[in-house]
């Protein structure tokens, strides 16, 4: 079967950086997604990796590695408008759906 | 940009009411998908559609259905409505590529009383 594992909640400073895990179980790996999700609004797209290493997108940057079934979100420079649920989802399997994890809740203090 | 709308941000029903929760996407996509959303149970998939009046069960589609007549409508239905479908009801399109990701809508919370 398919599961996603990711811590439920975390807290960072502002101005600090903040990595953020997920492991997964998976056969058929066909890439893992993370999304920004502020309370009460809809899930936003934010890095997709299909092969390993490391995508830097300005202050967020995402990892894989597929041989260990890890990815992790960074986040640096944090900005009180970064807290918000991170949601790690991968595609795989037989009918190649996306499977969420439980998400992670940032709060950023001052 | 992409936009996915849902007809309603927040809805009440009381139970056994007969329930409509509509999507509509401008981008074209083939791929549609009705998520609910539960505290501690993450995004579960109720119900996809890869093309019109094609549909696929999901992972909880016990007491729902679906319809896409058109390609850029898909609508949730809960035939009778109960207190544990109370739950926020996410719509999301995608294209029919692998490494697209999905776009979501900005979601309807649905309290059953």
């Known amino acids: 079967g398919q599961n996603i594992d990711q811590p439920t909640e975390m807290t960072a400073t502002e101005g600090a950086i903040v990595q953020i895990n997920c492991t997964y179980q998976?056969?058929?790996?066909?890439?893992l997604f993370w999304y920004q999700q502020h309370a009460g609004e809809a899930p936003t797209f934010l890095s997709y990796?299909?092969?390993?290493g490391l995508e830097e997108k300005g202050r967020f940057s995402s990892f894989l590695s597929r041989s260990k079934g890890y990815s992790y979100l960074l986040l640096k420079e944090l900005q009180m408008k970064d807290s918000a649920s991170y949601l790690c989802?991968?595609?795989?399997?037989?009918?190649?759906?996306?499977?969420f994890g439980t998400g992670t809740l940032l709060a950023v203090q001052p | 940009d992409v936009k996915v709308t849902q007809s309603s941000r927040y809805l009440v029903k009381r139970t056994g009411e007969k329930v409509f929760l509509e999507c509509v996407q401008d981008?074209?996509?083939?791929?549609m998908f009705w998520y609910r959303q539960d505290p501690g149970l993450g995004l579960r998939l109720i119900y996809f559609?890869?093309?019109?009046?094609?549909?696929e069960k999901g992972d909880i589609p016990e007491g729902y259905s679906v319809s896409r007549e058109k390609k850029e409508r898909f609508s949730l239905i809960l035939e009778s409505a109960s207190t544990n479908q109370t739950s926020m009801y996410l719509c999301?399109?995608?294209?029919?590529?692998?490494?697209?990701?999905?776009?979501f809508g900005p979601g309807t919370r649905l309290l059953v009383l």
């Open positions: 559609s890869y093309d019109v009046k094609m549909k």
């Open positions: 990796n299909v092969l390993d």
């Open positions: 981008m074209d996509h083939e791929n």
């Open positions: 989802a991968v595609r795989g399997g037989a009918t190649n759906k996306l499977i």
């Open positions: 999301a399109s995608s294209p029919g590529l692998v490494w697209e990701t999905q776009y």
């Open positions: 998976t056969s058929g790996f066909n890439g």
